[in-house]
């Protein structure tokens, strides 16, 4: 009976992690690749009080994708914190479906789910939606950039009024 109830449990959280969203159509890795200043977050514990984040890119001669992510603890002067997760690209024929190992053995889906044309801001989502990014090439985003994407991710079913600006302080 309790392994019947645990696989359920299993069943019922991949069936969560499932739902379709749709990534942007085609992603230039190069012209991806380099620093992403994190400009708003749905909040998550690891994230928690988090300022200053930058997210960089560089693509391994491996065709993995080496990541830096650093932020501080509670303010710009607060502990620095740097992960470095290891991406993969997943679907090759947009390049916008990515998989990323935070820690081993686990990867998880990483989708870019909106990109601006001239590549000055992306959004990163996960497939049941419970975690968002929204990065900038610069510690700003214009207002109009940013409502933009909220609308967008809203129309995705993102909740964006969980979504909380990162406060980029230099």
Known sequence: MIRLGLLLILA??????????????KVDLQSFMGDWYVIAILPN??????????ESYKLNPDG????????YKGGPQGKRKVMRPLGKVYNRNSNAHWK???FKPFWSDYL????APDYRYSVIGVPNRSFVWIMSRTP???DGD??????RLAAMGY????IKKMPQIW
């Open 112 to 115: 870019i789910v909106d990109l």
């Open 45 to 54: 514990f690891i994230e928690k009080n988090a300022v200053n984040g930058i």
């Open 12 to 25: 019922g959280l991949l069936l969560a992690c499932r739902r379709d969203i749709v990534t942007v159509e």
């Open 159 to 162: 909740k964006t009024d969980k």
């Open 146 to 151: 940013y409502s933009g994407i909220i609308k």
């Open 140 to 142: 700003e985003l214009s």
């Open 64 to 71: 993995t994708i080496g990541v830096t992510y650093t932020f």
């Open 100 to 102: 990323m190992r935070l």
